[in-house]
């Protein structure tokens, strides 16, 4: 069984940061990509950004320049660095891994609970 937990959010003042943290954990072969989407309410959930097990990144327009995301690929770790802050940032943040379970095996979505982020003005 896969889990992924995340920590880190919490409210904040617009123009703050926060860091936002997901370990990964289970009976897992390999996370070909770890990431971050979000959810505001009434909207969908949007992707935020992802990153490859060899590093390469993707990051949504809104956050480019303001958030930066790293992997250890040996703790099976994300996290997301958020820095100048804005309302708009605030949504349930919630950490997304696609891995496999053994060699040569499927590949998997994999999501976490949820942590809340809210910026205030």
């Known amino acids: 069984q896969v889990q992924l937990v995340e920590s880190g959010g919490g409210l904040v003042q617009a123009g703050g940061s926060l860091r936002l943290s997901c370990a990964a954990s289970?009976?897992?072969?390999?996370?070909?990509?770890m990431g971050w989407y979000r959810q505001a309410p009434g909207k969908q959930r949007e992707l935020v950004t992802t990153?490859?097990?060899?590093?390469?990144?993707n990051y949504a327009d809104s956050v480019k320049g303001r958030f930066t995301v790293s992997r250890d690929n040996a703790k099976n770790t994300v996290s997301l660095q958020m820095n100048s802050l804005k309302p708009e940032d605030t949504a349930v943040y919630y950490c997304?891994?696609?891995?496999?379970?053994?060699?040569?095996?499927?590949?998997?979505?994999?999501w976490g609970q949820g942590t809340q982020v809210t910026v205030s003005s």
């Open positions: 997304h891994a696609l891995l496999a379970l053994k060699y040569g095996g499927d590949l998997y979505t994999h």
């Open positions: 289970g009976s897992i072969f390999s996370i070909n990509v």
């Open positions: 990153i490859t097990s060899g590093g390469g990144t």
